[in-house]
């Protein structure tokens, strides 16, 4: 299984990460039954998200050294970063610190991932932001998977994303734009549109059952991805206890990868179509060509 939008697990998350806080990561990712996963950056001042794209990168050595000198096998693997901003609208933070966001420059774009190129594996932006095609065209062309969220696109701005190079959506649902029945937004557009890839939160708390059940009824079964969004917090196990801020606001995922696919299989969902959301797609999702 591959999780490729996690902030953390139990003690410990990517903010303000050492590189030995995201090998525990790993380690629990892999207790859990995940084989790969990407760290997932929350939006922040740049330097900050530098330095927490740099623990990645340091864990990634270390991980490998580890990994042919003792043979490691129970931990999971990290193959790079997915940043969750700053390039996000600030009308859909969800639980993000929208004062963190940032226009969509070329410049603030090259001083975030300079140096760091060869693992910045995804990006979320917003594609209604002013510059956001032209920075998606730019992060297309370097390889770099993009990802449309935390927006409040309509239907035709979040196509003219997809048209610029943008391959999926971020979190469908959750942190953009309501379906409306005469603006779809982009969740409409992700769910009609059969090239797209759509991030689904499978636990108890982020999408009623229907919800999910219609994704499923709509969307091609290979383009469907099964992530966690998990936290710091959120449990290693199979309880699907809500993590939640003082006012109930929901602060990430639930449980981890492999319990929300068990999770959805019990209640009866196709085992082939969940078994692949969370292992074939988002593998060929990750793939740097369609």
């Known amino acids: 299984m591959i999780d490729v939008h996690t902030h953390g697990l139990g ?68 193959t790079g970063v997915h940043l969750e901003g700053p390039f996000l609208n600030p009308a859909e ?104 890839y759509v991030e689904v939160i499978a636990d108890p708390y982020h999408l009623d059952l229907k919800t999910i059940e219609l994704i499923f009824r709509l969307k091609d079964p290979g383009r469907i991805i099964l992530v966690s969004d998990t936290v710091k917090g959120s449990p290693c196990s199979n309880e699907g206890r809500p993590v939640t801020d003082d006012e109930g606001k929901l602060l990430g995922g639930s449980m981890p990868l492999p319990a929300a696919t068990r999770r959805l299989m019990a209640l009866g969902f196709n085992r082939d179509a969940v078994e692949r959301a969370a292992t074939e797609n988002p593998a060929r999702y990750l793939e740097t060509d369609r």
């Open 11 to 78: 003690g410990y998350e990517t903010r303000g990460a050492s590189p030995g806080d995201i090998l525990a990561m790993a380690r629990l990712q892999g207790s859990a039954g995940v084989e790969a996963f990407l760290p997932t950056i929350f939006p922040a001042p740049i330097e900050e998200m530098r330095r927490d794209i740099f623990a990645v990168r340091a864990a990634m050595l270390m991980q490998r050294e580890e990994g042919e000198s003792l043979g490691v096998s129970s931990v999971a693997r990290i």
């Open 93 to 196: 933070a969800g639980a993000l610190d929208r004062g963190s966001f940032l226009p969509a420059t070329a410049d603030t774009w090259r001083k975030l991932v300079e140096g760091f190129e060869d693992i910045v594996r995804v990006i979320t932006i917003a594609p209604e932001l002013d510059g956001a095609r032209e920075l998606i065209r730019d992060m297309a062309t370097m390889g770099v998977v993009v990802s449309m969220g935390h927006s409040d696109a309509t239907r035709s701005e979040a196509e003219a994303g997809f048209r610029a190079g943008a391959r999926g959506v971020t979190h469908i649902f959750n942190a953009m734009r309501g379906f409306h029945h005469r603006e779809p937004g982009i969740a409409g557009f992700a769910l009609m549109s059969p090239d797209v």
